[in-house]
T-cell receptor
């Protein structure tokens, strides 16, 4: 049973370009969470999605960032017009049920985004 | 706003010694608390999850305690091994699902 798969592992973009980060949850998991880890900082919650629904996006920057989790295919975190401050490790996590307090999160290996 | 602090930031111990990692949080109204391990260049691995109604959880050499009233959790790792070298993260559940507030972590090195 494959774990949470994220790709690419490393992504290099120039300022102003778009970055697309992909996350395939564990088999049987329908809840996806995106977290960001800035250099020298802890992980920060960004967004929580279920299939075709954004449940909580309170941690998402208001501009340039968007996320989706379509009925078919992986969850996508999209960053438009990237700036150097977007350079960070972006982690995706999934859980089977969601909405309960006794669920462990299963994390992917992350995508390291570097903006030149 | 919930703030999570982990002390110490780094720790080095000889193999066989017990490890004690501390986590404190400012708001006692939490849903749960989870301890993770992060290896360089890799994702996070969940170690233990403690519900807000629980006082501790155990798994093998690992034991985590939770004292909500004082805003503290402690992770104990017995008889440390070099393979325990990693960064350990404490995460406090701030909602009834997978939204966590993370500490900055404690980097542990276990020397042979």
């Amino acid at each position: 049973n494959a774990g949470v798969m994220q790709n690419p592992r490393h992504l290099v973009r120039r300022r102003g370009q778009e970055a697309r980060l992909r996350c395939s949850p564990m088999k049987g998991h329908s809840h996806v969470y995106w977290y960001r880890q800035l250099p020298e900082e802890g992980l920060k919650f960004m967004v929580y999605l279920q299939k075709e629904n954004i449940i909580d996006e309170s941690g998402m920057p208001k501009e340039r960032f968007s996320a989706e989790f379509p009925k078919e295919g992986p969850s996508i975190l999209r960053i438009q017009q990237v700036v150097r401050g977007d350079s960070a490790a972006y982690f995706c996590a999934s859980s089977p049920i969601g909405g309960t307090t006794n669920e462990k999160l299963f994390f992917g290996s992350g995508t390291q985004l570097s903006v030149l | 706003k919930q703030e999570v602090t982990q002390i110490p930031a780094a720790l080095s111990v000889p193999e066989g010694e017990n490890l004690v990692l501390n986590c404190s949080f400012t708001d006692s109204a939490i849903y749960n608390l989870q301890w993770f391990r992060q290896d360089p260049g890799k994702g996070l691995t969940s170690l233990l999850l403690i519900q807000s109604s629980q006082r501790e959880q155990t798994s093998g050499r690992l034991n985590a305690s939770l004292d909500k009233s004082s805003g503290r959790s402690t992770l104990y790792i017995a008889a440390s091994q070099p393979g325990d070298s990693a960064t350990y993260l404490c995460a406090v559940g701030t909602d009834s699902w997978g939204k966590f507030q993370f500490g900055a972590g404690t980097q542990v090195v276990v020397t042979p």
